[in-house]
């Protein structure tokens, strides 16, 4: 006898039954430590990739998947990717079109738009003219040929644009206050503390969604979570830089510390329209005489975090060629030390007259070491140097009033990509007049984006790299690492030099309620 299908109605309520307690108790505790108040602030970004996904999405290794586009193939020599959409729904029950997708790209690359992937999107055909006004933004070379079809054509073929389109800046997300999701879970409150979030069940991949809830607790102070974690009040720790490591490293349970690499970028900007820092040979001075090996070995002793004396980290995307290097890079240091003294005394600066300046750090002890290492390298130089902690929107403010001389920078790209870490020293990335600004390096940028060879693109790149570097805008000390706390009973945690680890891949046992 043929067995009739069950009624949509007996499927749910035999998939309720067969989850069922398990289910409620599924809830992951997770603090994620950062602001929300900045623009780049990893809760906002993890929030958003729980809730909401891209075209492409990463998996827990940090490898590409499809997210709402099923399907995509390049053609025209890589300048034309086209994507086949998967049938999707946002937790609203509305469908997801074509068209859907084009008007987010439109948004993101609207001139009024503070997207911060705006400028790495600028290979897309006619994005430039769109994001200066120059075109409106039908122009933008984002298009929905069919209802479930859509092709971006590009300037250039670019190897690293898939990379960019799983971000969560790139998400294809409706606008409002409390947009519907197409991601894994679904957000209740975001003003709730913790922030909890459930499961989507109109999820492309719901059934395999490990989860039935998440409760986020967002934290400025990674100290704070650690003994959090510790008391056994959340499962899950993600930090946002060095700030943290040493609490995490020294407290938390033993096999429960997860270090990986990263692509990133640790070290002091310059205000070099402030004397005496306009100056590049006092510039120059401060940058080489610096034992990086020696701060790296011994305040964090770990092979996952590197000196570095280059804008890029050396595997950010440098193709076939070597990373740009300054030309003090090569000397030993008392060398350096002779260099460097030199430098300053023809910039006027001795003994008589000490070079006085201060440096800008956010919270944290780590921050606070590294710079006590560095200011005792400097004093061998004569040069007083004086730490000024500021909290990150204190800082924001006195950087838009040019109130600083340096300035902690601490980047991670999510992806391998030089544009990532050349950008913020061009001169579009000025505010206002103020602000490094090298037009021959900018040039050279813009020469890169119209290359379809990536590594005549890479080494190009490399160049404009260089001539930075011979300015000196900034002086970076090392490549961070990230760090995690994650309980033992938690899994499918994957380092990743990306560091990607959706939600909707982790795991642990049903916690069982009093």
Not at 80 to 85: N, P, T, V
Request: glycine fraction near 8%.
């Amino acid at each position: 006898m043929r067995r009739m299908p069950l009624p949509l109605a007996a499927l749910v309520l035999l998939a309720a039954c067969t989850k069922g307690e398990d289910d409620k108790a599924a809830l992951l505790r997770a603090d994620i430590v950062g602001d929300m108040a900045e623009p780049a602030s990893p809760v906002r970004a993890a929030l958003t990739q729980m809730t909401q996904l891209g075209l492409v999405q990463f998996d827990g290794a940090g490898q590409l998947v499809p997210g709402l586009a099923a399907s995509w193939r390049t053609v025209d020599d890589g300048r034309s990717i086209i994507f086949r959409l998967r049938p999707a729904v946002w937790s609203d029950g509305r469908a997801l079109t074509a068209g859907d997708v084009v008007a987010v790209f439109r948004r993101i690359m609207a001139p009024g738009s503070t997207n911060t992937l705006k400028p790495l999107l600028a290979g897309i055909d006619n994005a430039p003219s769109v994001m200066d006004g120059r075109a409106p933004v039908t122009l933008l070379g984002v298009n929905a040929p069919l209802p479930d079809v859509v092709e971006i054509r590009l300037s250039s073929p670019d190897a690293g644009l898939l990379q960019l389109l799983a971000l969560p800046e790139a998400v294809i997300m409706r606008s409002g206050a409390r947009p519907p999701s197409t991601g894994a879970f679904v957000l209740k409150d975001a003003g709730a503390r913790p922030i909890m979030l459930t499961a989507n069940p109109r999820y492309f991949l719901a059934a395999d969604n490990r989860l039935g809830s998440v409760a986020v607790t967002p934290s400025t102070d990674p100290r704070l979570s650690v003994q959090r974690f510790v008391r056994g009040q959340a499962d899950l720790v993600m930090g946002d830089g060095i700030a943290g490591l040493g609490e995490a490293r020294t407290l938390g349970p033993r096999d429960t510390l997860r270090l990986e690499p990263s692509w990133g970028v640790y070290g002091y900007r310059f205000n070099t329209d402030r004397e005496p820092l306009s100056d590049p040979r006092v510039r120059r001075a401060l940058a080489m005489s610096i034992d990086r090996a020696d701060i790296v070995q011994r305040l964090f002793a770990t092979p996952l975090m590197v000196p570095l004396v280059s804008l890029v980290p050396p595997d950010a995307g440098s193709g076939a060629n070597a990373p740009a290097v300054p030309d003090w890079s090569a000397m030993d240091t008392p060398a350096r030390n002779a260099l460097a003294t030199q430098l300053l005394h023809e910039a006027g600066y001795g003994p008589e007259r000490p070079l006085r300046l201060t440096v800008a750090l956010p919270p944290g002890r780590e921050h606070a070491q590294v710079f006590d290492a560095v200011a005792r390298g400097w004093a061998l130089l004569g040069v007083q140097a004086a730490a000024l902690e500021r909290a990150p929107a204190a800082q924001r403010d006195a950087e838009a009033r040019g109130d600083y001389d340096l300035a902690l920078v601490e980047r991670r790209a999510p992806t391998a990509t030089p544009l990532f870490f050349l950008r913020p020293f061009t001169c579009a990335a000025r505010r206002g007049k103020q602000g490094y600004c090298n037009p021959d390096a900018d040039a050279l940028i813009e020469g890169a984006r119209a290359m379809a060879n990536e590594d005549a693109r890479a080494e190009a790149l490399g160049h404009a790299e260089a001539a930075m570097l011979a300015d000196t805008p900034m002086i970076p000390l090392f490549v961070p690492v990230r760090w995690a706390l994650v309980g033992r009973s938690v899994t499918g945690w994957t380092p990743n030099q990306g560091g990607q680890h959706p939600f909707a891949t982790l795991d642990l046992p049903a916690r069982k309620t009093p």
